[in-house]
Structures are given as C-alpha cells and as structure tokens.
C-alpha cells in the first residue's frame, strides 16, 4: 500500500450542494435501503427528497387486473414510506411521485431537473443467482445525473462501527478524473477521509492525467483532507474497488461512454459494481471540472495492497 501526499497548497473555494434527491420505491423490502440512504442524505444537505414508484403499464399486467387498484397501491406504498421518513427525519421535506409506466423511464426524464438519482441494486433470484432486470444499469448508463446504487442490507458505517470514508477508484482516464475531484468533495464535505484506488495489473495502461497532478489538485482544493492512495498490483480493478468499498460510505467511480445502445459501454468494472455493489456506489456522470494536464504515469511505485 502506498500514500501519496503532495505539499499543502492553498485552498480553492468548493461549491456546496444543492441538490434535488430522487430516489426510487420499487418495493419496501428490497428498496427500503436506497430509501434510508437518500434520506440521510437529504437531511444533511438540507433539501426536499423526492420519493418515486413506478406502476406498469397496463399491457404488462395478467388478465383482469384493476389497474385503477394498482394505481392506489402505489399510491399507498409511497404515501407509508414518506410518513416513515418524516417519521425518522423531523423536518424532512419529502415529496411523492407515482408514475404510470416504466420506471426506468420516469428516472431518465427526471433526471434532467434531479441533481441526484438514488436507487436500490437489481435484484437476485435467490435459487438462479440470475439478475431480475437491470434498472440499476440501464439508469446508471443513460442518467443526465449521478446515481447513487444502494445495496439492499446496506448499513451506515457510523452505525455499523465500521472503517467508512469515501472511495474513488482511478485509472488515469479523464473520467475517473472528474470522478476523484467530485470524491474530493463528498469527503471534504462529510468530514471524513478519501482513499484513492488505482489497479495495477498486467492490463494497466499509463494514465493519461498523472497521479501526482491529480493528487496535487485534490489538495489544492481540499487542503485539509485526509488522502490516502492504495496501489493494488495483486487484485484485479473490481477486486481492488469491492474490497476498498466493502464498510466505505461511498464508493464514487467515472462513467466511461454514454449511450443507449449497450450496457457494455459502461465498462466491464462498472457493470460489475452497479450490479454487486460493495456499499452505496455513485456513477459520475461526464460533467466539470475541467482537464488536467499531466504525462502519462511512470509512478506510483508498484507495491502490494493489504
């Protein structure tokens, strides 16, 4: 494991967040995590939450169903969970949404006024290990926001006494990039520390924005967080990224390609998270801040991660 810390510059001024929470209400028991998460974050941030459910389209249902009973059952089901935050949450604003139709659909066409989706991760038959759809992916690809997957037995680290922190896995590109400077933030913000994850396997390739500049931008922002960098050349990027992330409030990668036309242009790495995160993951979507400058990289030295 190796920490790199560049020399203390002075500190630019961040901007804070102002944020439109939209969280996803799929079912109770699977979602119920994303729900709490997205509360949490809300309360700390100050702004009204937004609780989504989608009730499909008729032609998806059997045969005889009542689709005005469904419609109600939605209802019912977003109007509980917000009186359980409210509940949880004193002077939470929280706002419900039903939409008829695709859920995966409502997410995209709010995402364009949201400043944050959260939803809860795709779920698992239990006795085929076969994933029962991909809303997780599908929104996280195409998403005019960040999105936020939460996995179903998530628990806060503060109250889980665990390690917590924020994760930012790089690898040079100019999105992972964007990636570490928004994990800067959420660190700086939540008063806790940032670890910096680079996989250095046999497939690595040089970084095209170098460690040191970044790191040095990191501090030049955040002069007073606490930063490590763990070079890993024992585990594969998602083995490095599930094992930093495991017990982390947040884990933050860059989304590379955009498009509806595959999944696989989210990259194998972040496929893999998004389906099995390892705690709640962000997918930074390719916005500011701008590029820097830097060679490619020669350096961290290679050392094993613990």
């Known amino acids: 494991m190796t920490t790199l810390l560049p ?71 977003v109007s509980d969970e917000a009186g359980r935050v409210e509940h949880c949450h004193p002077g939470l604003r929280v706002a419900t949404y039903v939409h008829c139709g695709g859920i995966v659909e409502a997410l995209l066409g709010m995402s364009a006024s949201a400043d944050m989706i959260i939803v809860g991760a795709d779920r698992k038959d239990p006795g085929t290990g076969v994933f029962a759809g991909s809303v997780a992916l599908l929104v996280g690809l195409n998403s005019g926001a960040p999105v936020v997957v939460v996995p179903p037995r998530f628990l806060h680290p503060s109250l889980a006494e665990d390690r917590g922190g924020v994760v930012a896995g790089v690898d040079g590109s100019q999105a992972s990039y964007e990636a570490l400077m928004r994990a800067a933030e959420e660190a700086d913000a939540a008063g806790t520390s940032l670890t910096v994850v680079t996989a250095m396997g046999p497939s690595f390739e040089p970084m095209t924005v170098s460690a040191s500049a970044m790191l040095v931008e990191v501090r030049r922002r955040h002069p007073s967080l606490p930063v490590r960098w763990v070079v890993d050349d024992l585990h594969s990027p998602l083995q490095a990224l599930t094992l930093q992330g495991a017990g982390a409030d947040l884990l933050i990668i860059g989304r590379h390609g955009a498009g509806a036309r595959s999944i696989s242009s989210l990259g194998s790495v972040t496929h893999s998270l998004l389906l099995e995160p390892p705690c709640p993951t962000l997918v930074f979507t390719h916005r500011v801040p701008p590029p820097l400058e830097g060679r490619a990289m020669s350096g961290p030295a290679r050392t094993s991660a613990h």
Do not use: F, N
């Open 7 to 77: 020399d203390r510059v002075s500190a630019a001024p961040t901007t804070p967040h102002g944020e439109r929470m939209l969280v996803a209400m799929r079912d109770p028991v699977t979602d119920r995590a994303a729900v709490d998460w997205a509360a949490r974050r809300a309360v700390s941030l100050g702004v009204q939450l937004t609780i989504l459910h989608a009730v499909a389209d008729p032609s998806l249902l059997r045969p005889g169903t009542a689709y005005g009973d469904k419609v109600i059952a939605g209802r019912d089901l």
